[in-house]
């Protein structure tokens, strides 16, 4: 399970860590860009239920913690479909992976 600190906030935001690497793509271009946006998703397993949403800026320091020490395999999918939704009013939504199976053959 990966870790996001946001801004002086003493308690990480956990994410796993495929869902992390994957959302630290999209989130350091729309920061390169010097664009705000919104970050929303759901809380995991074993946390409080319900779902959360901060607002990501430039100016706020922001750090990225993995638990694997090796970068996953990226799915130009997965971050194309995040970063669709960061251009939108909504902002980021955290959605899962859509894993396509192949047909067998």
Known sequence: MGSLYYGDAA????????ALAHL???VATKLRRNESFTLSWTHPDGAAPGRSTIWLHPS????????EAESPALSRTWIEE???SANSSG???LIDEHVE?????
């Not at 199976?101 to 053959?105: G, K, R, S, V, Y």
Request: glycine share 4%; proline share 13%.
């Open 91 to 93: 902002g980021i939504a």
């Open 101 to 105: 199976i192949p047909p067998e053959q």
């Open 60 to 67: 706020i320091p922001l750090r990225f913690v993995f638990e």
């Open 82 to 84: 995040l970063a669709h």
């Open 11 to 18: 308690e990480p935001i956990l994410i796993e860590d495929r």
């Open 24 to 26: 630290k793509v999209v």
